[in-house]
Each structure stands twice: as C-alpha cells, then as structure tokens.
C-alpha cells in the first residue's frame, strides 16, 4: 500500500476493483457470485487473477467492463478504469472509455471473430472508429497486424477467420485489442485452448507487446504456470472473494493462505512420480454458485479451520515484502506449518513394469480419406507395452495420440496391415469384430464425463451393465461385486442410485473410471482424463488410477497435454509428431534429455509454477497439414536444430540411440546432448 | 463453390425423383380400373378397355411411371379424366394466378417478419416481444381457412373495407388485381409471419449473445452500428432457409384459400380435381407444389452458401 | 436442440433450430439445477482420501427415489409457473370434457334441426344461432370436438412412433442407410401434408381411419428428421463408444442408451405434432377428404356454410373457426412450454 498508492494519486491506477459484488440471477433468486473484491491494476504492471472453476475470476473482468450478463448485476462496490467509474457510467460514456482505454482477449478466439466479415475489414473497423480514414485505417490494421508478427499481413487481412488456425486467430484478436494502445488489457484465459507450443508463441508475443506499450494487463487464467510466467502480482480467488494477494514468485514460493497451498501442493510438481508420492488433495467441494458460505469461504475445506473461521470475517493480513500483499485468514501463523508437512504416503515402491510385452503395436496405420485425398493420422507405429507400466502418449493436437488410442481400442480401425498384437494374438481391426474377451482386456476412459456417461442411467445400471457385459457377473452375485467394484473407486453405496448429473465432475470421471475397471482390464487408455477437471479435483484422480494400477496390475496408455501429469504417471513416453513416432523412451530419459528436438521444444514451450528458468527454444509456424506432409523429417519445417539437406530428403528411422531409449533423428545422440547441455532446455 | 453448386444441384434433382415416386405410389396404391372408373359402371367393357388403352392405364405400372418421369420432362402430364384438357394448359393457367397471390403474400409477410424479429429480439422479454411471439404463435398454429374466414367477418362483412371474392373484372390491371387479392393476400401473411419472425427473432438473439459482438462492443462502437455491422448479417443466415420452406408451404395453404377466396388459382382446381377424382390433374398439381418448395429451398442454399464465407470458400485451408 | 414447437411449418416442419438459451454467458458459473443442489447435500459428506463415513439414516433407494420425484416435482413447478401453460391446459381440458361429454352437454341435437329455424340468428333460443339446416351451432360445436380429439392424437401417436423409429436408425447408422433414408424424407418434407394427404385420401377414400393412417404417416418423416437431429448429436457423445467397447448391440444402443436421452425432444414433438394433427384433419376436412358427414366436425361445419357468410350468415363459420383456432392455440401453448422446460 505504499508505492502504488502514492502512485495512483498522480496517474489514476489502470483498473482498481473495491468491494465489487455481484449477484446473477438464477430463476429470479439473486445468487451472490463476487463476495467483496477488491485490488488494483497499477498502470504498466500486469496482475493475474488465479482459481478454479466456478471462483469468479471472469465474473470479476466482466464486472469491471461493464458486460455482465442479463441476469447479473453489480450489488455493491465500484470498479474504475483508468480512474473512470465503470459502475456508474452513461452507456456513451463507457463506449468512450471502451473505445480509448480498455481492450479484451477472449479464450475462444474463433468465436471472438466476426464470421462472415474479412479479418481486414475486422481490424481497420477499429482504427475508423478513433477516428481514422478509410486507406489510413487499413494501412494501420495492416501494420498492427504485423506487429503481431504475422507473417503475410495482406494475405491474411483477405481471409475470413475460418480460414486460419487458432493461433492466428488469437493474434489477429490480440492486434484488434491493441489498436486503440490500451491503458489496460483484459485477457480472460487467452491459451486454454491453445497448444503449449502455439501457448508460449502468444505469451512472448503479448509480454513483448506489453514492453512496447506500456499497457497494463489482467491477465485470467486457472493455469498456475501461465500466471506465474507473465505477472507481476497476483490474486488468488476462491468462491467469489481473493484470499491471497501478492507478488508472484511470493505467492507461487511462499503461500500465504491455506488455500493456496492447497492448490500449489495438489499438482506434480518438481518431477514428481507416482512411485515416489501421493498427490495431495484438498478435501470436500468447491461450493455450489450463490451457497451461503460462512464467514471465511473456504473454512469447510480447511486443515486449519477453528471455531472462530466460521463465527468471524477473518482479517486482512499483510503480508510479503512488496507493497500490497495480504492474505483473508485468522492462521496465517499456522500456514508455514502446514508447507512444511512432508507428503509421507506413497509405498516408494518401483512401478511393476515389467517382463514380456502384452500389447505390441507393429505398423499400425491410420488413413483418412477426405476429398479423395489421403490423410495418414499414423504412420509406421512400432510400440510395446508391458503388463503394469504406463505409456504416456505426447504430442500437439494434430500428433495423432488419439488415433492411436482409438486404433488401440477398435474404435478408429487400423489400415489392413497393421497389427494390434494382445497377448501374441493379433487382434480384429474393429472393435465389433473383435471377441468379447479382447473387448474386456482393453477399456477406456474418457476425458469428460458428462459425454461419457449416459446421462439416462443411474450409477447403478452403469456399473451393474458394465460389470454383466464385461465380467459376465450377473443375479445374486452382482450386487456383491457391484460394491467391491464402488468401494475400489471410492464411491459409496449412496452413490448407486444417482444420475451422473447428480455428481461432481470428480465423482463422475470415479464412476467412468468403474466403468473401464469393471471387467478387470489387462489395458486402460486413460485419454486426458483429468483435463475437464480442477486442479484439486485433478490429484485426486490421478492418485486413484496410480492405486488401482498398483492393486489390479493394470496397463495403462496414457494420453495427456499436462506434461507435469505425463510425467507423474507415466513409466514410458512415446513423443508424437504428424502420426510418426519421435521419441520414445523411460520417462525420466525423455525428460531429462537427451531429447528429441522436438520433445525439447514441447518441454520448453511449458510455463512453470516453479518459475524455472526457461529455454528460449520456440517452434516456428504451425504444424504442417498432414495430407501434406514435408519431405525427409517430417519435423524439419519446424526443427530448431535442423542440419541441412539430409532432413529434407531422408526420414529419420526410429533406432535405440541407448538402452530403452528410441528416438528418430539424424543428428547422434551425443552431440544433442552436448547442444543441449549448452542451453540447458526445461528439464 | 463450384463443387458445392453441382452437388446441392444433383441432390435436388434426386429429390424431384423421389417426389415422382412417391406421388405415383400414392395415386397407384390401390389397384383401380381407371377406364372403369370414369365410364361409370354401366359402360361397355369394350369401351371401358379401349379408354384404358387410350390413356395408358392398362400398361404395367413401370411403363407407367416411365411415362410420367417423360411427362416431367417434355411437361407433359397427359389429359385431364374430368374435361379431356390437356393437364399442361389447366395447371399453368391456375398457376399464374396463384403465382400472383403468393407473390402478393410474400411481398407482404418477408419484410413484416424480418422486422418483426428483429424488433421482438432487441427487446427480449418485453412488452412488444412477447406480443410479436404470442401473435406469431397464433397465427401460424390456426389453419388458413379458420383465419379467412375471420378475416372475411371482420374486413368483409363487418368493416366492409376489401372485397371477399377474389374475382376481379377481366381485364381488370395490377392496382385492381391487388385490391381484389388483399385479403386472402393477408389470411396467408397472418399464417406464415410467425415462422419467419420467430426464426429472425432467434437468430438475432444468438448473434447478439455471441462473442464477436461482445468483441464489436468492446471496440467502443455504438449499439447501432454493432448491430447495422456484425448482428444482423449473421442473424438473418438462417432465415433465409426458413423463408424458402415457408414459400414451399405458403403454395400449399392456396388450396384452402383460393376456395374461400374463389382465386381461379392451382389450389382451387386441385380441389375440384379431388371432387371428381381426376387424379393426372390432382397428381400434376401435387408434383408442382412440391417443385416449387425444391426449387425455392435450393435457391436459399445456394444464396446462403454465397453469403457465408465458411462454405463460398470451403473449410480451414 | 429440438425443433420448436411453432416452427414446423404447414404440416411440414421446415423450420431449423430457433437457437434461444434462456441462459446467457454467466461467464464461469453454471446454472446449478435442483437435483445438483441434492447432490451438494449428499456430497459434501463424502471425502476421497478418508474411509467412507456412514451414511446418513436415509437408505440409496430412498434418496434415488426423492432425487427422481424432486426432478419430477420441478419440472411440473416450472411448468405451472408459465401462464401460457396454465392457460393452454384449461381450454384443452374444456374441449376434452366437450368430446368426452358430448351428446350430453349439448342442450339440443346436433344432428336433427327445425326446418322452419334455418339461420336463426344467435339469441335466447339459439345461443350461437343454427345452421342452413336448422341445427343448434353450439350443440354442433360442443360435439364436434369428439371427432377430431380422437383422430388427431392418434395420428400424431402413430407418426411419432414411427419417425421415432425411423429417426434413431437415420442418426445411429448415418452413411448409406442414412443417405437414403434421408433423400426419401427431404422428398416427401416438399411436400405439404395436407396437399399430399388430399392426394392419398382421394385414392384411398375418406373415413376415420384412412385419415389417421394417412396423417400419421405423413408425419412420420417430420418427426424422423426432428430425432434424427437429436440422435446425431447424441451419438457423438462418448458414452456411446464406451457402450460399443461394453459389446453391447446397435438395437441396445439405440433403444436402451440413446433414447432415453431423446425423450425431451419426442414428447415436445408429440405436442406439436397433436397440434399439426388438429390443424391438417380440420384442412382436410375442410376440404372434404377428412372427417365425414353427418360428424358435427368443425372443419366440415365450416365447408358446408362458409359461401353463406357474404350473406350475413356468419355464426354458423365463426364458432367453429373459434373452436379450432381456440385448440390449436392451445395445444401449442402447451408445446411451446414443454419446450421451454425439457430443454433447460
């Protein structure tokens, strides 16, 4: 409260938020959704706003823009931009401070965009309206649109959105928001739908812009990483009030409040490994929208929690060494405390990977045909997997991870030719060619629920078919069985008679994951399974399947963007790029190094809560069309190590560059290591 | 494009096949003695054999529908069992008539709609929308001969303002000829304004929850020009289809119509043809109706996809 | 989405999907419903790293079934909290009692009149004045609903059930089943139900039956595409893999898995299609292919006098045409909130 505040009384702070609440209404019930927040947005700072879903982070952005919903209202406090009140501006009053002060960024820029109108005509329209003529406005939209660094500005400005890929897509959106050289700029989750390495393109590209300009941002986002990586403050939100406030690296390195640790200590972290430890969990529930809630917020899930959390609003306590950090709790001097209790659990026994392969994949081939023209989603694929061990599957969207899973299980079927090898018996194509019994040895679990469950059914007639088609455990027997089969996932019998909608999403992917364990699988291809899920909710989870895997000797093919989780559960990588295998090795190997360029460039592409320092490796350009495959390596459009013309002209083999480590390369393995070693990637 | 043209062309023409199909199995699903039939059932069974030679119906049904699918294309439909007209002459007359009336009703309820929608979406949950949708929802639910016959009290009988018949003087010009169509012009805008402003309603209410208008507003632009740039084009997309149904449909309310109103239209003689059982007649007219709604949604497919970027140009390169 | 109760057309259904959210972007929060809220009570006792505690004196069953009624309940609060429902079940309650009652509420004989009472005007005698046979127009109109409330839903029954059918296998199997089925179904949404039912009905020859036949099964491609549309969605969901991967069958998929899922939009649909069943028999009728002669039915009530209203003789033509406006409104008032609840 020192710095900044004497600051802001000469130049107005560029966003500052002070007791702002807001109700919506549902069915004409006010729901109180902001419980009182407040902070402030110096001008050049950027301030990051963390939390899980349902927390209020984008109610907050909203509420100070002035575009709440129709059911929303601000019910008290007061938000002002650039030290004009939003909260009590005319509508042309807030069009001016719209049009002058603030820009936004949305997570979907797809549908940010103006379908039916050309990303020219989008990105002058901002120019003309401050005031710019015609040719002077589309000469200026094409040099914000290169200072996105967009590579052919008056080709793209020709184009509709449909036509360009995400990534562009978001630049394009980012160059609209900069126009009007922002006082302040709102960016509500502008990567989540991104790839990591088109992610970490637009993080540089809006960190660079942000030094040019001078604009200070809000920046929303539920990855911890991203936050940590582009702030200088942050807030942690928990139903509707900040909890915590600071600079970043104290509140990453330091927490303060009991739900921040929580939260920092629930994701793998540091390398972490299943074999090594638990994940730790916050227990109970996030709370329901509007839920009366006692006077500290999160007190039901707190290991910390006393009477007085639930009788008195728990103080503002400052804290840190930069001006402005606080914490909301009664027990700030317990928190250091509960840092410190080591995660004791997990057996520390090695993962039971091990003897001969039960599932072999020998050029496994996956075509589409569109057009008439062929599109290979995989080429070539060579892969075992022991019984017990996880293989974790990485790579861009695009990379063919689940085709392959889905060529696994029969419901993509491979080209004739291909061999999906169970047990030294190779299997049918399809899945309703194959017999029952492979049927029962591979299952799956899918990255969201809600499709995954039929919404129709109760958990009971869930299970109890699964357990009947995949067991063949019927009558007397299937109640018995049905309750071991709960007991396994951590439901309980009150569950049974619930519809998926009735549950949490944790409960729900519990009750998939019974689903996939009910016939007693060899093999479960686990597809982003926690990916739909908070951080919280996530370990959870993630400790579910590292047991079971444990106690019913399960394979599992892991399939997962957060490499952090990869890693966690993973015995094996096989690294994906254009349906051609990269890499492929034990996992600690793939992510120490040496690596592959191309798993070097996904590693360096991640933003870490550890505030590690970074490799400054970036991939250029987008993922080629895999109808369109390059010549040579497939990875040489992009590679930043390239050699020269042998990746052009020749494709790599696979080869065991060392004992259980393959990669598909032409550069020997030891000089990757020296160059890696040079510029130590994210390890 | 082009690709597109070609295909959504040869679809329609799958469809005018399966519209010949259908309408022949319908008219030939019972067996009948058509010669029989007209004769009456003292006729001479010679006579009766050689009337069922003479119109082709004593030849199996393959020869006869082979002969139909001819007709649709040289637009021959044979002679009418009733007056021995050729069937050409008598739709095509009826036809311009009716063509006149669904043009008048068109002209009338297109713009209405639009409005209306659009008007009832910019103040969702009001006074005004809820009116425009409880009308629309009204009208579109009564049958058009329910609604003529209300409006026939009302302008007709009791406000004595338009006349109730439809037949207007011979030689009469277009100001007449409107006057004398107003008002079974306005029984068929009372039917079919629902449709296109429930569908205009909905989509400009879609539009304007959409993140590009949210990004439009956040620019600073004004309400107006928000919706004038961004709203409007992509709220009334889909309304295009819809309008092109409703003109298939709006056809076959003349039935109904043009017998109330006494329209010498398509609806009218199709009527009388179900009267005397004059089946090319009625079969003719059928496939007509059914024509024009092919005709008129291939039309709306084709401005749409010339209005939308995302097919005009196909998918993501 | 389904498609709306007031979009299908002329006895066609060309309308596609009106998209209307009732909730707009509540941003990061979601619209937590009343079973949720259940599900927050029986929740939060649970924690996943602690052994199970026991459970609350409540028993599975018991939950499960105070669960489904509270859903149940909901749904018909929500219901009779719009007016226009409210409003809609009253009139279609009266001409319900009408067709079940009849002959018994009508105060004379629909069916004989006085011949030297012919067009009496409304008055005390006559409420509603009598026909250019002398019959009471409100006896005529009270036992006129019988005929078209039994044919209509009816029809509307069979052409659900069978587009139903025909709609589930379209969406599961999609490629050439679908495509052919789907051409046969765009042919015959060109045509209005009502100008090929006057076709068919004329071939066949009117009567109850052949109506309800024929009615129904114009409607069955309507229908078809209305669940096809539902089912497509649907079977992009993952819990129809999962289903395939379980070994189960295409008729359990379907029938077991995905219909249940669909019921929302058939039930909206079987309400609209009772609708559109009201309005084609009336059409048909009206144009003397439907309900015949001596029936009291409103659509022929109307065809027999309507030449006589330029004569001043308008209550013979404007009762009835109240009767059927009052119906249709109706029942597509009802639709139209069933619509509005089932797809929350």
């Known amino acids: 409260m020192t710095d900044s505040s004497e600051q802001s009384n000469r130049i107005p702070a560029a966003l500052e938020v002070e007791d702002l609440k807001v109700d919506f209404l549902v069915r004409g019930i006010p729901r109180r959704v902001l419980r009182g927040v407040s902070f402030t947005v110096a001008p050049g700072e950027s301030y990051g706003l963390v939390g899980e879903s349902g927390c209020g982070k984008s109610t907050t952005a909203y509420a100070a823009l002035g575009l709440l919903a129709e059911n929303g209202r601000v019910a008290g406090g007061r938000a002002a931009i650039a030290g004009r009140e939003v909260t009590s501006l005319s509508t042309e009053d807030l069009q001016k401070v719209r049009r002058d002060d603030v820009s936004m960024v949305y997570q979907d820029p797809g549908a940010a965009l103006n379908p039916t109108l050309r990303i020219g005509v989008q990105v002058a329209e901002c120019f003309t309206l401050l005031g710019a003529s015609k040719a002077e406005a589309v000469e200026r939209a094409y040099e914000a649109l290169r200072r996105v660094r967009i590579s052919d500005p008056r080709g793209v400005m020709e184009r509709y959105p449909h036509q360009l890929s995400g990534g562009m897509q978001q630049r394009v959106v980012i160059a609209m928001a900069l126009a009007n050289d922002p006082k302040l700029l709102v960016l509500d989750e502008p990567t989540t739908g991104l790839d990591a390495t088109v992610e970490a393109e637009v993080l540089d590209l809006v960190e660079s812009l942000r030094a040019d300009t001078g604009a200070a941002v809000l920046l929303i986002a539920h990855n911890l990483g991203v936050i940590r990586r582009m702030c200088d403050r942050v807030g942690v939100m928990y139903a509707g009030s900040v909890v915590e406030q600071g600079a970043a690296a104290e509140v990453f390195d330091n927490p303060s409040h009991p739900y921040t640790v929580g939260l920092l200590r629930a994701l793998p972290r540091h390398g972490a490994r299943k074999a090594h430890r638990r994940l730790e969990t916050i227990p109970g529930f996030l709370p329901q929208i509007g839920e009366e809630l006692p006077a500290c917020v999160f007190v039901e899930r707190c290991p910390l929690a006393t009477e007085i959390c639930r009788s008195t609003v728990p103080p503002v306590v400052e804290v840190g060494t930069g001006g402005g950090g606080f914490v909301r709790c009664h027990h700030t001097d317990r928190v250091p405390g509960l840092r410190a209790v080591a995660a004791a659990s997990g057996d520390g026994s090695a993962s039971g990977a091990s003897g001969e392969p039960i599932l072999q994949l020998r050029d496994v081939n996956v075509t589409f045909r569109q057009n008439r023209k062929e599109i290979h989603a995989l080429v070539g694929i060579e892969l075992d997997l022991r019984g017990g061990e996880t293989l974790g599957l990485v790579g861009e969207s695009g990379s063919g991870k689940t085709t392959l899973a889905k060529a696994i299980l029969g419901i993509q079927p491979a080209d004739p030719g291909s061999q999906v090898i169970l047990d030294g018996t190779a299997l049918e194509p399809s899945t309703k060619d194959r017999s029952q019994l492979a049927r029962r040895a591979i299952q799956i679990v899918f990255q969201n629920p809600d499709s995954a469950l039929n919404r129709g059914h109760s958990v009971r007639s869930i299970l109890g078919r699964a357990l009947a088609k995949l067991a063949g455990i019927t009558g007397v027997d299937a109640e018995q069985h049905l309750d071991q089969l709960i007991t396994h996932v951590r439901l309980t019998p009150r569950h049974l008679d619930l519809k998926p909608r009735q549950l949490s999403g944790g409960l729900k992917q519990r009750v998939a994951i019974g689903r996939a364990f009910a016939g007693g699988p060899r093999i479960v291809v686990c597809d982003e399974p926690t990916s739909a899920l908070d951080v919280s909710v996530q370990a959870a989870i993630l400790n579910l399947l590292a047991d079971l895997q444990r106690n019913e000797r399960s394979s599992y093919v892991f399939i997962s963007h957060d490499l952090g989780v990869v890693r966690y559960l993973s015995d094996r990588i096989a690294v994906l790029y254009l349906g051609r295998l990269m890499e492929v090795g034990p996992a600690e190997v793939v992510f120490n190094g040496p690596h592959h360029p191309y798993t070097e460039a996904l590693l360096s592409a991640v933003p870490s809560v550890d505030g590690a320092p970074e490799s400054r490796i970036r991939l250029e350009g987008e993922v080629p069309s895999a109808a369109n495959p390059p010549s040579g390596c497939v990875f040489q459009t992009r590679c930043p190590r390239k050699l020269g013309d042998i990746c052009e002209s020749t494709a790599p083999p696979l080869v065991e560059v060392e004992p259980g480590h393959q990669m598909a390369c032409h550069i020997p393995i030891e000089q990757l290591r020296a160059l890696q070693l040079a510029e130590p990637g994210a390890a | 494009m082009l690709v597109y043209v070609i295909r959504r062309v040869a679809l329609a023409l799958v469809t005018l096949l399966l519209l010949s199909l259908i309408i022949f199995a319908i008219a030939n699903v019972l067996p009948q003695n058509v010669g029989r039939a007209i004769l009456g059932p003292f006729a001479a069974p010679e006579a009766v054999a050689e009337l069922n030679r003479q119109l082709g119906t004593d030849q199996p049904l393959v020869n006869q529908y082979l002969r139909l699918l001819k007709g649709i294309v040289t637009f021959d439909f044979g002679t009418s069992y009733q007056t021995g007209q050729p069937v050409r002459d008598v739709v095509t007359t009826t036809l311009v008539n009716s063509s006149k009336l669904a043009v008048l009703a068109l002209l009338l309820t297109i713009p209405l709609g639009l409005v209306g929608g659009v008007f009832a979406a910019l103040r969702k949950g009001r006074l005004a929308d809820r009116v425009i949708v409880t009308l629309g929802l009204a009208g579109s639910a009564i049958p058009e001969f329910v609604t003529s016959t209300f409006l026939i009290f009302l302008l007709g009988l009791k406000l004595n303002v338009l006349p109730v018949l439809a037949t207007w003087p011979e030689g009469s010009g277009v100001g007449t000829q409107i006057y004398y169509l107003l008002l079974p012009a306005l029984s068929l805008v009372l039917v079919y304004f629902g449709y296109i402003a429930r569908m205009a309603r909905a989509g400009t209410i879609s539009a304007l929850e959409s993140d590009y208008t949210r990004t439009a507003t956040m620019k600073g632009m004004s309400r107006a020009a928000v919706l004038r740039r961004h709203v409007l084009r992509n709220a009334l997309l889909p309304t295009i289809s819809v309008i092109a149904t409703q003109t298939g449909y709006l056809f076959g309310g003349l039935l109904a119509v043009e017998l109330i109103f006494n329209v010498n239209g398509l609806g009218r003689l199709m009527v009388t043809a179900a009267k005397a059982k004059d089946l090319p007649v009625l079969s003719a007219g059928v496939l007509v109706i059914g024509v024009i709604y092919m005709v008129a949604t291939l039309l709306a497919d084709l401005l749409i996809s010339w209005l939308n970027p995302r097919i005009r140009l196909g998918a993501t390169s | ?344």
């Open chain 3, 1 to 344: 989405m389904t498609s709306t109760p007031n979009s299908p057309g002329r006895g066609g259904d060309p309308v596609g999907d009106p998209v209307e959210n009732p909730v707009t972007h509540t941003h990061d929060l979601t619209e937590p419903t009343v079973a949720e809220t259940v599900h927050g009570v029986i929740d939060s006792a649970l924690d996943e790293q602690v052994p199970v505690p026991a459970g609350p004196p409540v028993s599975a069953a018991a939950a499960a079934l105070t669960a489904r009624k509270a859903a149940r309940r909901e749904t018909f609060r929500l219901l009779l909290r719009r007016p226009e429902f409210v409003i809609g079940t009253l009139i279609v309650a009266f001409w319900v009692a009408c067709a079940i009652g009849g002959r018994a509420l009508a105060p004379k004989d629909p069916f004989t009149g006085d011949p030297f009472q012919t067009h009496a005007s409304p008055g005390s005698e006559y409420w509603l004045g009598t026909d250019r046979l002398g019959r009471d127009v409100l006896s005529r109109v009270i036992s006129g609903a019988r005929d078209v409330l039994l044919v209509a839903p009816i029809s509307a029954v069979i052409g659900v059930a069978v587009g139903t059918i025909l709609g589930l296998v379209m969406g599961y199997f999609r490629g050439p089943t679908d495509d052919i089925l789907s051409r046969i179904v765009e042919a015959f949404l060109s045509l209005p139900v009502a100008v090929v039912g006057l076709l068919a009905l004329v071939v066949l020859g009117p009567s109850n039956w052949t109506v309800i036949g024929v009615v129904g099964l114009l409607f069955a491609p309507i229908v078809a595409r209305t669940v096809r549309a539902a089912v497509l969605s649907e079977r992009e969901l993952d819990y129809v893999q999962a289903a395939r991967l379980q070994g189960e069958s295409a008729p359990y998929i379907m029938f077991r898995e995905i219909l249940p899922n669909v019921t929302g939009p058939i039930i909206v649909e079987l309400t609209v299609r009772i609708g559109y069943a009201i309005f084609t028999i009336a059409t048909l009728s009206f144009l003397g292919v439907g309900i015949q002669p001596p029936s009291p039915d409103w659509g022929l009530m109307i065809s027999e006098e309507y030449s006589q209203i330029i004569n001043g003789y308008w209550w013979p033509v404007v009762y009835p045409s109240l009767a059927i406006a009052s119906l249709v409104i109706a029942v597509n008032l009802i639709a139209d909130s069933l619509q509005g609840v089932l797809s929350r």
